[in-house]
């Protein structure tokens, strides 16, 4: 169900309070699956109780709940179009051509060099995917450091601002528009600290923050927004065969 159908006969019911909420949510609904009940609190220049309220009366137990069961990208009205499989790959192909060798050998570079890499991630969705490239590049011997970008922000932001130039930040997010990853960048962009994101959409924040971006929808394609997650984990497999073979090139030069 989108957030729009959800509004139909509350509207009349709701606050001043609520419509602050609801205006806030109605024009930003694409970064509402990666922000927490309290930064949209702050957003919205509201409290938690506020939008809690806000959810209940819109028929939700709690924000978690509101969060995951709305369409925010319209996902189920797409699917209602024709989508072959000769769609999907022609959309996976076009991505992955457009990925620069120039790209991946920077990327992979910084991996190799880099003493301290850290993955920050916004949503439950790209904490499983940075959990996923985790284990994907421990196997060769890249450890990497995982930031929840959404649970203890203050130990987040701690963690952060002791990040140094010499260090690596890589970032999970879905709209790469996300309030709360601009508040948790600002120190590692002023130190300079690279910055590598993956994200779903382009031309957004965080990858004109970023020295590489990787992103798996390109533009108009909404129809492709519900294999989102799919697509990252993808890329993410994409990225660690390359990055064995890069290795293993690396051992035959020498």
């Keep these: ?127 499983i995917q940075a959990q996923n490239f985790a284990r994907a590049f421990l196997k060769m011997n890249i450890v990497c450091t995982l930031i929840p970008g959404n649970s203890n922000i203050e130990l987040a932001s701690i963690v952060l601002d002791n990040i140094n130039k010499n260090d690596l930040i890589i970032v999970f997010s879905g709209s790469g528009n996300n309030v709360q990853i601009n508040e948790l960048l600002s120190i590692p962009l002023l130190k300079k600290t690279p910055i590598v994101s993956i994200t779903v959409t382009q031309k957004n924040w965080l990858q004109e923050h970023s020295d590489l971006n990787f992103s798996i929808l390109k533009k108009d394609a909404e129809l492709m927004m519900g294999f989102s997650s799919g697509f990252c984990h993808l890329l993410i497999d994409f990225l660690a065969i390359r990055f064995r073979l890069y290795i293993e090139d690396l051992l035959i030069e020498q």
């Design 1 to 127: 169900m989108r957030f729009q159908q959800l509004l139909q006969n509350k509207i009349n019911h709701f606050s001043e309070t609520d419509k602050t909420i609801c205006a806030y949510v109605y024009n930003h609904q694409e970064l509402i699956p990666e922000i927490s009940i309290t930064i949209l609190a702050e957003a919205s220049y509201t409290s938690k109780s506020s939008v809690l309220r806000f959810v209940q009366k819109l028929g939700f137990k709690g924000f978690s709940e509101f969060k995951y069961l709305i369409d925010w990208y319209g996902v189920q009205d797409n699917l209602k179009k024709p989508l072959s499989i000769e769609d999907v790959s022609e959309h996976l192909n076009s991505v992955f051509s457009t990925i620069e060798e120039k790209s991946l050998s920077n990327f992979f570079e910084l991996l190799r060099n880099t003493p301290r890499i850290y993955l920050l991630a916004t949503g439950t969705d790209q904490q």
